[in-house]
């Protein structure tokens, strides 16, 4: 467990996954088939790794696959909550780790995916390299991290985060909690037909940009003090992750994000990537 100053990270997560267990079986089920492309079925006689599996919400999904194995590690306490999560599903391990120096031999994962998590960590790109050296010849790693935005947003976003990111959670997410009807109020403005009401709706987004729009409040509390709360939270373009997927030499890179497929109104969409390694490679 060597860090990278990630002691924050893992506060934030053991704290959040701990505290807020947001299963939500027809929307983790849906999510988790569009941002990996893969079916339930798809997995089956895998080796599978959730890599950043948080409360286990994906991973839970996963288990209930019939895969060989369903591998989940975490940085944080989360791992805590995800074995309560997957209690008594078969063929499941959870593992503390770091992705940065992932304790797994090269070549180990038929699949791969990770949901949200690279973009939280001190450095994606080698996060990313260091995930795609454990897929077998023929396996697939799947990614999603946050788009870059347009130049004001990123100020906004940047210019919010250096205030929330150096909060004590103790008082961020009370802070989050008190947000939370905020978020339902931009969604019903936004949503609104007559013009002035969706551009104020706008304006509030803007100035609250990190306050989820979730239409679960408790998922609501949960996304805005993971936006609010991680030192790291890095945002990327489809090129750079793209080049990702071409220096760790996968091939039938898939954009799953093209088609815009979210649950419910107001979901994140971001830079949502597959690929898989060529059969008879080796891992780089």
């Keep these: 467990m060597l860090q990278d100053d990630q002691s924050r990270t893992q506060s934030t997560y053991g704290l959040q996954w701990n505290r807020y267990r947001i299963v939500r079986d027809d ?3 849906a999510t988790f088939r569009h941002r990996t492309g893969l079916s339930e079925d798809a997995l089956a006689g895998k080796v599978v790794l959730d890599a950043g599996c948080g409360m286990g919400r994906y991973l839970r999904i996963a288990a209930g696959s019939p895969a060989r194995l369903v591998v989940g590690i975490d940085l944080s306490r989360a791992v805590e909550a995800a074995r309560d999560v997957t209690r008594g599903l078969p063929r499941v391990a959870i593992v503390r780790g770091d992705l940065l120096r992932p304790p797994f031999a090269a070549g180990g994962f038929d699949v791969i995916y990770s949901l949200g998590v690279l ?3 001190p450095d994606p790109r ?4 260091e995930l795609a050296r454990l897929l077998r010849p023929g396996g697939v790693i799947a990614i999603w991290v946050y788009p870059r935005e347009r130049r004001i947003v990123e100020a906004i976003m940047n210019a919010q985060r250096v205030v929330s990111t150096r909060l004590p959670l103790g008082v961020l997410e009370p802070l989050c909690r008190i947000a939370a009807p905020i978020g339902g109020l931009k969604r019903r403005l936004m949503a ?3 013009r002035p009401v969706e551009r104020l709706g706008v304006a509030l987004h803007l100035a609250t940009i990190g306050v989820s729009m979730h239409p679960d409040p408790e998922v609501r509390v ?3 003090l993971d936006w609010y709360a991680p030192r790291y939270l890095s945002r990327h373009t489809h090129a750079e992750v793209a080049g990702w997927f071409a220096e760790a030499g ?3 890179v898939v954009d799953l994000g093209a088609g815009g ?3 419910h109104e107001g979901q994140g969409i971001g830079i949502n990537l597959s690929g898989r390694r060529p059969a008879g490679s080796s891992a780089r």
């Design 27 to 29: 929307e983790d089920r």
């Design 119 to 121: 973009d939280h960590t």
């Design 126 to 129: 080698r996060a990313f390299l």
């Design 192 to 194: 609104s037909r007559w």
């Design 222 to 224: 949960c996304d805005t």
């Design 250 to 252: 996968l091939v039938e």
């Design 261 to 263: 497929s979210v649950f």
